[in-house]
């Protein structure tokens, strides 16, 4: 009870008519810390981000925010709170432009209500837009239609509109998969570099470990539904366990 | 179901409280077309696609069994409208289509204004990932249902004008899914995503049936039925992405 | 008890010919995902086709068997007649275009083939009742009922076991309800997605056609009469679960039964109740009684 911890699971479980697809799950997550998630395909990692955003449903279990249960609670709350997400295949607005994804999700972020109805092409909107997509080195795409782009850029789009509302906690889902080996660390480097600035928290699912090494502090192993270990890159890494269910040699 | 809903309020509010002024048929007939899309929008909000057109299908399908059956609002022959007024002062055919002009502005002016703010612009996001939309933090549902009601009141609004103009709101002509469907056509014909589209396609519309009619008594639904499949076939952007199309050429071919 | 043998026997046969009709629907859009306005033209060029052929054969007690031989005939040659045009030239071109435009290109398809019908057969109504005469009436359970309409409800009883013989038995079923469940994955897998959609279509157009053509003895062939059946059968389709051959048949039972009782009991209410139980079916359960799997997506 000494520490604060800004994001922590009890005992989380979830099923699939029978099919156990997490179970065990006890995780507390410190702000500020920079975490990876790893694990096979099936393991259960995009499930647990599933839940912890409000996805999906835990069947039992506890998520606690700031000391606050929200368990169970809708997408759009968690965002509300400051838990946001990216997803593992992107998911942006296909046939508008990288602009248009933008404002809208920074307009959402900033208005609520009545103020919905005022014109979305605002001037202050648009300039703080630009900066966003400065910072994602999406700035000269800007105008183009999205579904025009490669996956690294509309990775790029997709957490960028997911950092705008200034999260607290954010979960990106497999931030690399499908984007080419050169892009793949100039997108990393850009994400976490701008992310660490802001002083939040971060959880990553990832498949490349190089990626891992580099940047997390600390690792959370999935195997079957489990947590089989929780540690700092280095150890975890040539965690036994590790190396055989998820490294797989 | 609103136009028609929009059309009987007017003349519910003629039999019941002598109503007759313009101004109050026309917000009448928004207001209760939108209280009424407000009601079943907590319903139709849930649906999606095929699901919601089925559903608002059946909506409009009770509406009709009601309104065809219900012997105090005429059954199936409908009921007589009165000449609207202004003020106590009775307005003429030419003094009835300024105000129907004046209104179809307000409308233009108010939609051209929804379009262009942020709640306009989810409408297009929504329908591209609803996923996102609500990871953005805004409930898709209640957009979907602001909308509902927004349109509900415009379809009210004109429902309302044609029965002032026609002088007779009936059924089959007002309620029945056919009706709907022509409206459908005349938005598919003009193209989404611009205010004057739909404008033209009416016009166009009416032009077509008109001399359809006159030209072949007994085909003219073929026709329409030919003109729409060769719009989805050759401009299924509709005519306004046509017209932009031309636009475009002739801008290429000046330069 | 005579009230409700009555209205269950109408409703029988009512929901007999509206299952027949109903099947091609929910085939059509199970397996195309289209929801077919044009099924209604078909349901009435069955209906003209076997019409004018009862008609041409004349009232001659000779010709029974023929009678039988033209109605189905008529299905089969309308069904394939128009469901390969209408595929084959048109729906094919269209696939994976938004989903509201093809809805409404049927639509177009529909206004098109029913004034064709204006043209081709005029608008004097026809009525080709030798059939339902020669096999004259019987009293079911204090009733007097047409035999011919009984006919009608073994004739679907027969529809519904081929069908789900077809389905779960054969192999090509299991490719039918592959493609069902997921387009991508079956043209992956070899499957030549195209040939089973035109197959689909016709097969559908035929059992709409069917419909049409097997109730034609029994009412008044006129123009504009398919429109009623169309919608009825969406009513069928919805509360049924759209895509299920169960749910096609639990359905068209549901709004035959409440129709017969409602044109015996209530006839004020008879559109009403109808649609009021869809838009309550739609409410309890969206997908309707037996929506079919959904693979995942995300």
Known sequence: MTEKFILKTTELQKSFSGIIAAEDINISVKEGEIIGIIGANGAGKTVFVNMITGYLKPSSGKIEFMGRDITGIKPREATHIGVCRSFQVSQVFMTMTVKENLMIAMSLAKKSGLELLLPLDDEKLSKECDKILDLYKIKNQSNLIVSTLSQGMRKLLDISMAVVGNPNVLLLDEPTSGVSVEEKFGIMDIVISALKKSGTTVLFVEHDMEIVERYVDRVIAFYQGQVICDAPPSKALKDKKVIKYVLGS | MYYGFGAYAVAMCQKYFGMTDIFLRFFIAVAAAGLLGFALGFILRRYREIFFAMLSLAFSMVLYGLLAKAEFLGSTDGMSISPSTILGYELGRFGLLYFICFFVICAIVFAQAYLRSSLGHLTTAISDNEIRVEYLGYSVEKAIHIKYVISACLAGGAGGLMAASLGQVDPDSMVLWSVSGELVFVTIMSGLGNILAPFMGAVLFEFIRTYAFELAPQAWQMIIGGTLLAIIFFSPGGLWSFFQKLNFLRKKNND | ?298
């Open chain 3, 1 to 298: 008890m005579q009230f409700i043998s009555t209205v269950f026997l109408d409703g029988l046969v009512y929901a007999s010919y509206l299952f027949i009709v109903s099947l091609g629907l929910t085939i059509t859009f199970g397996v195309m995902k289209i929801l077919n306005v044009a099924h209604g033209s078909f349901y009435a060029w069955g209906a003209y086709l076997a019409s004018i052929s009862i008609i041409y054969l004349g009232d001659n007690e000779y010709n029974s068997f023929l009678y039988y031989f033209a109605i189905f005939l008529s299905a089969i040659i309308v069904g394939i007649f128009f469901g390969f045009i209408i595929e084959k030239f048109i729906l094919r071109k269209m696939y994976g275009e938004d989903i509201h435009l093809i809805v409404l290109a049927t639509f177009g398809i529909f206004w098109i083939l029913e004034d064709l019908i204006l043209i081709v057969f005029g608008v004097d109504p026809l009525m080709p009742y030798y059939p339902a005469m020669e096999l004259g009436g019987i009293e079911v359970v204090g009733v007097y009922q047409g035999v011919y309409s009984l006919t009608l409800a073994a004739l679907a009883a027969i529809v519904a076991f081929i069908c789900w013989y077809f389905l779960n038995k054969t192999k090509w079923g299991k490719l039918l309800q592959s493609v069902i469940f997921d387009r991508e994955v079956s043209v992956s897998m070899g499957i030549n997605v195209k040939n089973v959609y035109l197959v689909t279509f016709i097969i559908g157009g035929m059992l709409g056609a069917l419909g049409g053509a097997y109730v034609a003895p029994t009412i008044s062939v006129s123009p504009g009469f398919a429109i009623d059946v169309v919608v009825m059968s969406f009513a069928v389709v919805v509360i049924g679960g759209m895509g299920s051959v169960p749910g096609a048949l639990i359905g068209s039972l549901i709004v035959g039964m409440l129709r017969a009782f409602a044109v015996h009991q209530a006839p004020v209410l008879e559109l009403f109740i109808i649609y009021a139980v869809m838009a309550i079916v739609l409410i309890i359960k969206p997908q309707g009684l037996f929506a079919p799997p959904k693979p995942r997506k995300i």
